[in-house]
């Protein structure tokens, strides 16, 4: 009624060692209101989020997926990370 667009993000990151695998991971839910404005520049720059991460110390690899709940769209990056 307000304008704002609600949404809920699943956020997951795994890090896998040289061998495939998984050496540690967090997830996270995350419930997202913007303004009209917000949503454009979010479109435009992307979703900024901020989450620790425990990296390994070794030669690891970063797999992140992002799922938005309201759409069922799903995106996933890989980072290569040295120690």
Do not use: C, H
Request: hydrophobic share 35%; no cysteine; aromatic share 2%.
């Amino acid at each position: 009624a307000d304008g704002r667009e609600q949404s809920e993000l699943e956020v997951v990151q795994a890090f896998y060692n040289a061998e495939g695998r998984r050496v540690n991971s967090t997830d996270a839910g995350l419930d997202v209101t913007l303004t009209a404005s917000q949503v454009a520049q979010d479109m435009r720059n992307g979703v900024r989020v901020r989450q620790e991460l425990d990296v390994p110390g070794e030669d690891v690899v970063l797999r992140v997926g992002v799922r938005d709940v309201t759409s069922g769209r799903i995106g996933t990056v890989e980072i290569p990370l040295g120690k």
